[in-house]
């Protein structure tokens, strides 16, 4: 599948490096990497140290590099959450306390810039940055069916079916989207353009993309009927168990991210 945006990650590119990789990550236990991820995110939700943030963040990236995963795409890939930090941080970095950096005032209000509010900025954009890269780590570095058969296994009825089939209909949608966009571009048109200039048009595009996707959808789930499927997907994978050295090295960053957010004070 051609790429909608080179901004967007390509769920193929993914899917293929999770199904051929050959590192030393992707024979690692996927239960391994996925309480690593939860560890990840609650080291996140808890740090308030921008130091300990790029820390993470350089180590998630030197991860990502050594098992061979592309870095011009992860940087492009970057756009999408920068994005989304910085459209939520911009309204909040205003007026914290701290030593003003920057001052706007207008009648009736004032904004003001403080090194607090900067630091709050920089943190915020480096933990999603650590949270992407690994997660995108996570994916591409383990196989499809232990994916299905971790979520089988983890969550209930029907979340766990929700989980296994949306995978396929996220593929179907985003070819139906490329189609689309290509038609736009083979008559002259293009996103920006036509959204501008006859954004009627462009819902209703929008809109029958949509239906043509349900109705795929529902023509491929009559096809796993006719096959035997009886609503309910059952992923039997068996996953590999956690090794002792992987048990040990998750103790050991465990207790490192402990000490350094309880016990050390950073000056930032």
């Known amino acids: 599948m051609s790429e909608l945006s080179p901004h967007i990650p390509d769920l193929d590119l993914i899917t293929f490096y999770s199904e051929k990789g050959t590192s030393l990550f992707s024979r690692i236990s996927p239960w391994t990497k996925a309480l690593m991820l939860v560890f990840i995110i609650l080291f996140v939700s808890i740090d308030k140290s921008l130091i300990l943030a790029v820390c993470l963040y350089l180590i998630v990236l030197a991860l990502y590099c050594l098992s061979g995963l592309p870095i011009k795409k992860l940087f492009q890939w970057y756009a999408m959450p920068v994005i989304f930090v910085l459209s939520l941080v911009l309204i909040l970095m205003w007026n914290e306390p701290g030593n003003p950096i920057f001052s706007l005032s207008v009648p009736y209000f004032s904004l003001t810039l403080t090194d607090n509010g900067l630091l709050l900025l920089l943190t915020l954009v480096f933990k999603s940055l650590a949270s992407v890269t690994y997660s995108l780590f996570f994916l591409m570095t383990t196989k499809y069916n232990y994916l299905s058969a971790m979520i089988y296994r983890v969550f209930p009825s029907p979340i766990d079916q929700i989980f296994l089939m949306s995978y396929r209909f996220i593929f ?91 016990f050390v004070k950073l000056p930032f």
């Open 172 to 262: 179907m949608t985003f070819k139906m989207v490329e189609s689309m966009i290509k038609a736009l571009r083979s008559r002259g048109g293009g996103l920006l353009k036509s959204a501008r200039r006859q954004s009627k048009m462009f819902s209703e595009v929008f809109a029958l993309t949509m239906i043509r996707s349900y109705d795929r959808a529902d023509r491929v789930n009559k096809a796993m009927e006719a096959r035997g499927f009886n609503g309910k997907y059952v992923a039997s994978t068996r996953i590999p168990e956690i090794g002792f050295g992987e048990y040990f090295t998750m103790l050991v960053a465990a207790t490192m991210a402990i000490y350094l957010i309880w």
